[in-house]
Each structure stands twice: as C-alpha cells, then as structure tokens.
C-alpha cells in the first residue's frame, strides 16, 4: 500500500509538470520496475562530411511605391449642360489709339504792297495798320528806296488796303500755312499780272515766308519764286532799326541786285 500512495503521488507531480515520460538516474525506493525499451540508448545522428552548397542568399525584393489615390473628377451631365451658364463673350479688342497731330495756330501778319517804280514792295506790317507819314520804318523805307535810286515816295496798289490773314476768325475754313501762302501769292499774281515789274522787293519775314517761299536764311539774297519772277529777301524794317549792324550786308546786297531795276547800275 505504501508503494502505491509513493508512485501515485509521483505520476500526479509530473503530469502537473507536463512530463510525458521520464527515467530516472537512480534507483528510486518503492518505485515500479522501468519497462525495458526505454533504457536503450538513443542512436546518435549521422554526419554528412560531403561539402554543403553555400545557402543562397535571397536578394531583397524591392519596394514598391506606394499608389496615389486616383481622383475621379466629375464630368458634367446632360442635365447639367442644360443648365449650365451660356460662354461669356470675348472682350473687343480695345481699337488702337491714334494720335492726333496737333493743328498749328493759323498765322498771322498783315502785309502792305506798293510800288517804287519799276519795282514792286510787299512790306510787312508790325502795327497791323498801313504806314503814316511820320512813322520811323516809313523813313527807313525811304531811305532804302534813295539808295536804291528808286522815287522815295512809294505809291498804294489798288485800293491800299493791307493783305491780312487770317481771313477769318471763326469757322472751319483752313487757315494754316499753306492756305495763307496759296492766298498771298494769288493777291500778288493778280496785282502782278496787271501791272509788271522788274523786281519784287520781300520785306519782313511773313513776306519772304508766304510769298517767297523762304525763311530768315535768304535774307539778302535772289529768289526766283514761280508765277511771280524774281524777288530780293530784306529783313523787316523793324529788325533794321533794332540791329543797325545788318545795314551794311544790306547795302553789299543791294549793289548786287540793282541791276535788276537799274541798268548800268
């Protein structure tokens, strides 16, 4: 009995241990006989001496990227179309912007024509108002005429009045330069055509400019000016007064022209 309560409590102790099976290394006390196959020794395991292969190693596989998400985007429908808002216009080009060229003042003078033998005078105005007796570029014009052995006393053509421009003060008549020199010209052509002359003497700028054609560089020079004949630039008797040095190129000038009225000269 007492073999059997030693064995019982052994058998309960390594089922507790999960213990299959076991020997023991001694002889134990009051302990069952061991069954015979499981006190022979285990075969030991073969060794293979034949050179192994070396393990190949496994190449790492790589990684892929991970996918975007894709984005579905939303294609309109038929309805949608429908009610969709109608393609705003294109803007007009804005039309291109020209520049309008300024419109000169039309000029202003006034001129006075006369006559000094066989020469004719177009004089240039500085009050505007026909010469008097007494005024100072009166008797300079009179000296000019002595030295140019012209009579002193110079006579009015046609009615005497002064040829003024612009005609007009108001209206759209064009009245810029050119309209005045086709304008001074034909007063001059007509007087001209009624009444010859050997030479016309253009005194002051406005004269030299509108009938002649020319500016301040041909004073004291000939001009041969169409529909007219042949012409003498002059300064303006007031530009005589106020620079009496240009007098003597004048008189230089003047031996040059007289031949023109005065044969022999």
Do not use: H
């Not at 790492?60 to 309805?79: M, S």
């Not at 009624?194 to 004291?220: H, T």
């Not at 169409?226 to 003597?248: Q, T």
């Amino acid at each position: 009995m007492p073999l059997l309560i030693e064995e019982v409590r052994r058998r309960a102790y390594l089922t507790a241990m999960q213990v299959a099976s076991w020997l023991p290394r001694v002889e134990l006390p009051f302990a069952a006989p061991s069954r015979a196959e499981l006190l022979q020794p285990l075969p030991e395991p073969e060794v293979d001496t034949a050179p192994s292969a070396p393990t190949p190693i496994a190449e790492p596989r790589p990684v892929a990227e991970p996918q975007r998400p894709a984005i579905e985007v939303p294609r309109p429908t038929a309805a949608a179309k429908v009610f969709a808002k109608p393609d705003a216009k294109p803007e007009p080009e804005p039309a291109p912007v020209v520049e309008a060229k300024p419109v000169a003042p039309p000029p202003r003078f006034a001129l006075q024509l006369l006559r000094a033998g066989d020469c004719a005078l177009l004089v240039e105005l500085a009050t505007g108002e026909p010469f008097q007796s007494r005024d100072p570029s009166y008797l300079l014009l009179k000296d000019l005429l002595r030295a140019a052995g012209l009579p002193d006393a110079p006579q009015q053509v046609g009615d005497g009045s002064p040829i003024r421009w612009p005609l007009l003060t108001r209206g759209n008549l064009d009245q810029g330069p050119d309209a005045a020199r086709d304008y001074v010209q034909g007063v001059l052509a007509g007087q001209l055509e009624a009444e010859p002359c050997r030479c016309l003497w253009l005194i002051g700028l406005p004269a030299v400019r509108f009938a002649g054609e020319a500016d301040a560089e041909a004073y004291n020079r000939e001009l041969q000016v169409e529909g007219l004949g042949a012409a003498w630039a002059l300064p303006s008797l007031e530009l005589l007064m106020d620079e009496p040095e240009r007098k003597a190129e004048l008189w230089r000038a003047m031996r040059r022209v007289m031949p023109r009225w005065k044969p022999g000269a």
